[in-house]
Antibody, heavy 121, light 107 residues
């Protein structure tokens, strides 16, 4: 059974760094991509970046200067770090599965439950 | 970035009605278009991928279509469980971009 589970602090102070972990099961990080998607409270979805099956990363240019995605395949974990957080970074952060190849149509077929993050002093 | 213009932003329809939600892409995305349903306080759920392919387990009253740069999600004979917010996603080009969402309610 494919599962993704986000974990991390629910509260981050302004200007500090957010660190989230996505722990996966039921599939291998060397066979699939993992994307990070966020959703400000009551708003739409924003693609943040991705970790490819081979370790390559891509980032949304709007966030690139603040964002870093890494992984530990031995622990089946993908990590997100984003610095200089502000109040408009408050929302729910999801990890979701993507295909090995970018030419595949089958994307974001499984999602984590989401990690709620509040940026406040 | 590719802009996905989704319409309508909300709709209130009766049970049994036919519903159509549309996304227009600002650039060519081929069939790299998916549709997701999101219930309150839940994660999005994949409904349609490759513009027209139904995800396993999704009722056959859902369908996807494409006409040029316009992509549509259609629900034939709306049921109460179909309420929620629907988003389209283009994954032809980074950054992937979502439509702004359509909130579907029962009248």
């Amino acid at each position: 059974q494919v599962q993704l589970t986000e974990s991390g602090p629910g509260l981050v102070h302004p200007s500090e760094t957010l660190s989230l972990t996505c722990t996966v099961s039921g599939f291998s990080l060397t066979g699939y991509s993992v994307y990070w998607v966020r959703q400000p409270s009551g708003k739409g979805l924003e693609w943040m970046g991705r970790m490819r099956y081979n370790g390559d990363t891509s980032y949304n240019s709007a966030l690139k200067s603040r964002l870093s995605i890494s992984r530990d395949t031995s622990k089946n974990q993908v990590f997100l770090k984003m610095n200089s957080l502000q109040t408009d970074d408050t929302g729910t952060y999801y990890c979701t599965r993507g295909p090995m190849y970018t030419t595949d149509y089958y994307v974001m077929d499984a999602w984590g439950q989401g990690a709620s993050v509040t940026v406040s002093s | 970035d590719i802009q996905m213009t989704q319409s309508p932003s909300s709709m209130s329809v009766s049970l049994g009605d036919r519903v159509t939600i549309t996304c227009r892409a600002s650039q060519d995305i081929g069939n790299y278009l998916s549709w997701y349903q999101q219930k309150p306080e839940k994660s999005p759920k994949l409904m349609i991928y490759g513009a027209t392919n139904l995800e396993d387990g999704v009722p056959s009253r859902f369908s996807g279509s494409r006409s040029g740069s316009d992509y549509s999600l259609t629900i034939n004979s709306l049921e109460s469980e179909d309420t929620g917010i629907y988003f389209c996603l283009q994954h032809k080009q980074y950054p992937f971009t979502f439509g702004s969402g359509t909130k579907l309610e029962i009248k």
